[in-house]
C-alpha cells in the first residue's frame, strides 16, 4: 500500500523560500508519477506541478512556472518542491499525490483524477 508523508511547510515571508518533501512507501516509487497540489479553504483543489516517474518530464502549472521547480530522488524514494519567490497567493494546503497509470514512468500528468494515493498535507503559509 502507498504512502506519502510530506514535509518542509512552514511560515515564510513574501519573497521567500521552501523546499517542500513528500516521503514514498509501500511500492517501486519510479514507476508512479508524482504530483504537488495546493488548496485554499473553499476552493477546489488545484494543480501545481507534476513529474514522470523517470524525472525526465515535468508540468508546472502558469501560476508557478519559473518560480517552483519539481524534482525527485529515486534511491530516496523522495519527491521535492522547491518553491521560491513566494507571494501570499502560495499560501495553501500543499499535498503529494502519487499516480500509477500506463506511461507514468515517462509522462507527468496535471489531472487530479489520475492520482490515486495523497498525503495528508502540509500547510504553506507567506505573509506579505
Known amino acids: 500500500q502507498v504512502q506519502l508523508a510530506e514535509s518542509g511547510g512552514g511560515l515564510v515571508q513574501a519573497g521567500g523560500s521552501l523546499r517542500l518533501s513528500c516521503a514514498f512507501s509501500?511500492?517501486?516509487?519510479?514507476?508512479?508519477?508524482m504530483g504537488w497540489f495546493r488548496q485554499v479553504p473553499g476552493k477546489e483543489r488545484e494543480f501545481v506541478a507534476a513529474i514522470s516517474g523517470s524525472g525526465s518530464s515535468t508540468y508546472y502549472a502558469d501560476s508557478v512556472k519559473g518560480r517552483f521547480t519539481i524534482s525527485r530522488d529515486n534511491a530516496k524514494n523522495t519527491v521535492y518542491l522547491q518553491m521560491n519567490s513566494l507571494t501570499p497567493e502560495d499560501t495553501a494546503v500543499y499535498y503529494c499525490?502519487?499516480?500509477?497509470?500506463?506511461?507514468?514512468?515517462?509522462?507527468?500528468?496535471?489531472?487530479?483524477?489520475?492520482?490515486?494515493?495523497w498525503g495528508q498535507g502540509t500547510q504553506v503559509t507567506v505573509s506579505s
Open positions: 499525490a502519487a499516480a500509477y497509470y500506463r506511461g507514468s514512468y515517462h509522462s507527468s500528468s496535471p489531472n487530479t483524477s489520475e492520482y490515486n494515493h
Open positions: 509501500g511500492r517501486t516509487f519510479s514507476s508512479y508519477a
